[in-house]
């Protein structure tokens, strides 16, 4: 029986209408740009956002659609999607943010499975709606973004409501936005956020160890907006009052030229966006944009990457999550010992995970038995789990949980973790190559492969060998013009890497098979060279 009465303080439900109201009272004339894929650029703020997300929550009542319902977005980062995170939510739906680069039954999958009633889309992803249409049978309405040729255009469809609307009163652990990440076997699976799980990763989000925002803060995200919920960035970014500049289209050039025309102070994005940034501003003989800090997620990102951004003064914030955990988990930042570092130093944290933020929970246990808890000695790897309010519970539609009685879900990543509490991820642990039993970690060879100036891309896989089980293969792509050769490559790993992990054979191949999330695909690897043979 309860013995103790409640405190004495006001309740008020997390959710998602409380953020975009509190950003247009109070940063309400900070810029949201968004530079269109017809090179157009538009300018609202956030209370433009509040007020376009009062009117879609009036006109998603006027089509039917019931709180808890999916409403489906296609789309590039802009205003209009933004106004729909806000509008969907306020009104209790479900925002489904589809992944436009999915495979076409990827794509059938996740919008039937998630019972999509409204499509709003770019004009960009018109050929795929007409592809997929008779196939996506629960959807009722479909709107476009941009001006609308085929179809209803947003702006009418909202600009038809007045606007007069009270937020729906839910509880706050509601869904509000469902994710569907792609695994490498069997259908995509859904992550279905809540009201206040969201709010906590914002409010975490924000803090000088993860985002470091501030209402001086300028963030053009390139991360997009259907990848693992824009790592939370438009809910911490509307808490902070961040001036928020969109790109529709990816291109270097394009964001090169937002960054310094808008004075961005932060962006965020997967290594390969870096990467295309450096080989644009190398052919145009420029420098990188003054950035203050760069968020490196996704997959890892590469020591040259993090050097060359570093010397450019900007604060590299290597971050590690998941669709499952809404994403963040972990952020590198400065740590205390951080003045008392050389570069060098520096350079190596900087290409570990960073540390938990509070609220998540982070252990790893032995790989064979994945139980027995490991030491946390910066040594010894095992199976990473986490636990926390924004990690998943039961994937969508799910009969089972997906993370244990205790909490911790299984990430599928292996890694060590450091006594400071830094993790330092070493691969996935279906990709992780044992050979006469003892581990050898694919990432980290491939991590100092891609160090070679001759080299685009790499990736490892363990090939069956009589003798050690499993030995090393290294798939590279030359950079254009160059003609490095394996033994150049071997030479190159030897000191950065133990002796018996060096790869037994280098093999040239033309491309590399990614993901719809832009990662590389080792089973799609491992497919193609199903019939390879290691000698003894
Ligand atoms: P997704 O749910 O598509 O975002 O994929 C999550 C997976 O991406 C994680 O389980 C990791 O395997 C990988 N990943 C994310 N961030 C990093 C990082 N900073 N370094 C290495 N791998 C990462």
Same mark, same amino acid.
């Given at each position: 029986?309860?013995?103790?009465?409640?405190?004495?303080? #006001?309740?008020?439900?997390?959710?998602?209408?409380?953020?975009?109201?509190?950003?247009?009272?109070?940063?309400?004339?900070?810029?949201?740009?968004?530079?269109?894929?017809?090179?157009?650029?538009?300018?609202?703020?956030?209370?433009?956002?509040?007020?376009?997300?009062?009117?879609?929550?009036?006109?998603?009542?006027?089509?039917?659609?019931?709180?808890?319902?999916?409403?489906?977005?296609?789309?590039?980062?802009?205003?209009?999607?933004?106004?729909?995170?806000?509008?969907?939510?306020?009104?209790?739906?479900?925002?489904?943010?589809?992944?436009?680069?999915?495979?076409?039954?990827?794509?059938?999958?996740?919008?039937?499975?998630?019972? %999509?009633?409204?499509?709003? &889309?770019?004009?960009?992803?018109?050929?795929?709606? !007409?592809?997929?249409?008779?196939?996506?049978?629960?959807?009722?309405?479909?709107?476009?973004?941009?001006?609308?040729?085929?179809?209803?255009?947003?702006?009418?469809?909202?600009?038809?409501?007045?606007? !007069?609307?009270?937020?729906?009163?839910?509880?706050?652990?509601?869904?509000?936005?469902?994710? &569907?990440?792609?695994?490498?076997?069997?259908?995509?699976?859904?992550?279905? &956020?809540?009201?206040?799980?969201?709010?906590?990763?914002?409010?975490?989000?924000?803090?000088?160890?993860?985002?470091?925002?501030?209402?001086?803060?300028?963030?053009?995200?390139?991360?997009?907006?259907?990848?693992?919920?824009?790592?939370?960035?438009?809910?911490?970014?509307?808490?902070?009052? +961040?001036?928020?500049?969109?790109?529709?289209?990816?291109?270097?050039? +394009?964001?090169?030229?937002?960054?310094?025309?808008?004075?961005?102070?932060?962006?965020?994005?997967?290594?390969?966006?870096?990467?295309?940034?450096? #080989?644009?501003? %190398?052919?145009?003989?420029?420098?990188?944009?003054?950035?203050?800090?760069?968020?490196?997620?996704?997959?890892?990102?590469?020591?040259?990457? +993090?050097?060359?951004?570093?010397?450019?003064?900007?604060?590299? #914030?290597?971050?590690?999550?998941?669709?499952?955990?809404?994403?963040?988990?972990?952020?590198?930042?400065?740590?205390?010992?951080?003045?008392?570092?050389?570069?060098?130093?520096?350079?190596?944290?900087?290409?570990?995970?960073?540390?938990?933020?509070?609220?998540?929970?982070?252990?790893?246990?032995?790989? %064979?038995?994945?139980?027995?808890?490991?030491?946390?000695?910066?040594?010894?790897?095992?199976?990473?789990?986490?636990?926390?309010?924004?990690?998943?519970?039961?994937?969508?539609?799910?009969?089972?949980?997906?993370?244990?009685?205790?909490?911790?879900?299984?990430?599928?990543?292996?890694?060590? =973790?450091?006594?400071?509490?830094?993790?330092?991820?070493?691969?996935?642990?279906?990709?992780?190559?044992?050979?006469?039993?003892?581990? =050898?970690?694919?990432?980290?060879?491939?991590?100092?492969?891609?160090?070679?100036?001759?080299?685009?891309?790499?990736?490892?896989?363990?090939?069956?060998?009589?003798?050690?089980?499993?030995?090393?293969?290294?798939? +590279?792509?030359?950079?254009?013009?160059?003609?490095?050769?394996?033994?150049?490559? =071997?030479?190159?790993?030897?000191?950065?890497?133990?002796?018996?992990?060096?790869?037994?054979?280098?093999?040239?191949?033309?491309?590399?098979?990614?993901?719809?999330?832009?990662? =590389?695909?080792?089973?799609?690897?491992?497919?193609?060279?199903?019939?390879?043979?290691?000698?003894?």
């Amino acid at each position: 029986m309860r013995t103790q009465t409640l405190g004495e303080m #006001q309740s008020q439900a997390l959710r998602i209408n409380g953020v975009i109201d509190h950003a247009a009272r109070e940063s309400g004339n900070r810029e949201i740009v968004s530079r269109w894929a017809d090179g157009s650029i538009t300018r609202t703020n956030w209370a433009g956002i509040r007020e376009d997300a009062l009117k879609m929550a009036q006109a998603l009542e006027a089509l039917g659609l019931k709180p808890g319902e999916r409403v489906a977005s296609m789309a590039m980062n802009h205003s209009r999607h933004l106004v729909s995170w806000y509008g969907v939510a306020g009104m209790g739906g479900v925002l489904h943010t589809v992944n436009p680069r999915l495979f076409d039954d990827q794509l059938e999958y996740i919008v039937s499975h998630a019972e %999509d009633k409204v499509m709003i &889309y770019d004009a960009a992803f018109q050929p795929i709606i !007409d592809k997929m249409k008779d196939r996506w049978t629960s959807v009722e309405h479909y709107i476009c973004y941009d001006s609308g040729e085929h179809t209803q255009s947003f702006e009418d469809w909202i600009g038809a409501q007045d606007g !007069d609307y009270e937020w729906f009163i839910g509880d706050e652990r509601d869904p509000c936005m469902i994710c &569907y990440t792609s695994g490498t076997t069997g259908n995509p699976k859904g992550v279905q &956020y809540e009201h206040r799980s969201t709010m906590l990763h914002a409010i975490a989000g924000m803090q000088p160890a993860a985002f470091n925002f501030s209402s001086s803060s300028v963030m053009l995200p390139v991360v997009p907006m259907f990848h693992a919920a824009s790592w939370g960035l438009p809910y911490a970014g509307a808490m902070a009052g +961040v001036k928020f500049v969109f790109s529709a289209v990816n291109d270097p050039a +394009v964001l090169h030229q937002l960054m310094l025309d808008e004075g961005v102070t932060d962006s965020a994005g997967v290594p390969t966006v870096w990467l295309a940034h450096f #080989q644009y501003c %190398d052919k145009e003989g420029i420098d990188l944009p003054p950035l203050k800090a760069a968020t490196i997620g996704g997959s890892a990102a590469p020591r040259f990457m +993090v050097e060359r951004l570093m010397k450019n003064g900007t604060r590299v #914030q290597h971050a590690w999550g998941m669709t499952e955990t809404s994403p963040i988990g972990t952020v590198g930042g400065p740590t205390s010992d951080w003045d008392n570092l050389t570069f060098e130093e520096k350079v190596t944290k900087t290409c570990m995970q960073g540390r938990p933020i509070y609220g998540v929970q982070l252990r790893t246990v032995d790989l %064979d038995d994945m139980a027995t808890e490991l030491p946390r000695d910066g040594k010894t790897s095992g199976a990473l789990q986490i636990r926390g309010p924004w990690i998943i519970k039961r994937y969508f539609k799910a009969e089972q949980d997906a993370a244990n009685e205790e909490g911790w879900f299984d990430t599928g990543d292996v890694g060590i =973790i450091h006594p400071d509490g830094t993790l330092q991820l070493t691969d996935r642990t279906k990709d992780v190559i044992k050979s006469g039993g003892e581990w =050898i970690s694919s990432v980290e060879l491939e991590n100092a492969a891609v160090g070679h100036p001759g080299v685009a891309e790499a990736a490892c896989v363990g090939m069956f060998h009589p003798k050690w089980d499993e030995r090393p293969v290294l798939f +590279v792509v030359r950079k254009e013009g160059s003609d490095v050769t394996s033994g150049e490559i =071997i030479e190159h790993l030897k000191p950065l890497i133990a002796k018996w992990w060096l790869p037994d054979a280098v093999e040239f191949v033309d491309d590399i098979p990614h993901t719809a999330t832009g990662k =590389i695909s080792k089973k799609d690897l491992r497919d193609r060279f199903a019939d390879y043979k290691l000698e003894a």
